[in-house]
């Protein structure tokens, strides 16, 4: 027990600049949007997403409200926008932001954006690897073999992997969704000051988690290579 708490503690400190960061990510999150969301937008964020996906010929997207504070997200699979009630209906500059961030992700996965497709195959392998390689490496360690250990450093490389890969995808929908905002008029350009800022700080959350994974990755492979020599 006593090694096992060693090695959460030293995994913590290891990884606590990513820790920080994003820490201080979401709190800019917070601010940026509360700031955001008091200023008014000529449109809904569902209609301002509609509009969007409109404009670029996105045809067979439905766009959906669903519970939940900043749950926004586009679902492939079935390819709907769901919103957020705050972003689904309000009229504010972090609504119209958000939704259309998200709309960007539907305008991708129209195009077929490269990096996209690469982030949806590697869901079930990341999703897998999180919990798996974590279990593999502390079973590899208790039991002294090496096998174990880099099947448990492989599964968790997936989820880097994913991380890696996921940052232009987020990277790449809001730059789509800054420039539709502006082309078609449903900002000008002193509001998108408001919208870069939200824009801007939820970037820095999926910065703070990339390296938050490739920090432990890193800390997995010093530590048990280190431990078989």
Do not use: C
């Amino acid at each position: 027990m006593l090694a096992f708490i060693y090695f959460d503690l030293k995994l913590l400190i290891f990884i606590a600049p990513a820790l920080l960061l994003g820490l201080w990510a979401q709190m800019r999150v917070k601010s940026t949007y509360a700031r955001a969301a008091r200023m008014p937008a000529r449109l809904s964020g569902a209609a301002a997403a509609r509009h969007i996906l409109d404009s670029a010929g996105v045809s067979g997207v439905d766009i959906e409200q669903v519970p939940g504070h900043l749950s926004d997200h586009y679902d492939p699979r079935h390819r709907v926008l769901r919103l957020s009630p705050e972003v689904y209906q309000g009229r504010s500059l972090a609504s119209v932001g958000i939704a259309a961030h998200e709309a960007g992700h539907a305008i991708q996965h129209a195009r077929q954006y490269l990096p996209l497709i690469v982030r949806n195959a590697a869901v079930p392998a990341a999703s897998f690897g999180s919990n798996a390689g974590l279990i593999l490496l502390i079973l590899g360690a208790a039991m002294n073999f090496s096998a174990l250990l880099w099947a448990g450093i492989a599964l968790f490389g997936a989820v880097v992997f994913f991380q890696v890969v996921n940052l232009p995808v987020e990277f790449n929908a809001s730059t789509r969704a800054k420039a539709e905002l502006v082309n078609l008029g449903i900002v000008d350009a002193q509001e998108m000051t408001y919208v870069n800022k939200v824009l801007n700080a939820a970037a820095l959350t999926y910065v703070a988690a990339t390296l938050q994974a490739i920090l432990t990755l890193i800390y997995y492979i010093i530590r048990f290579t280190g431990e078989r020599r």
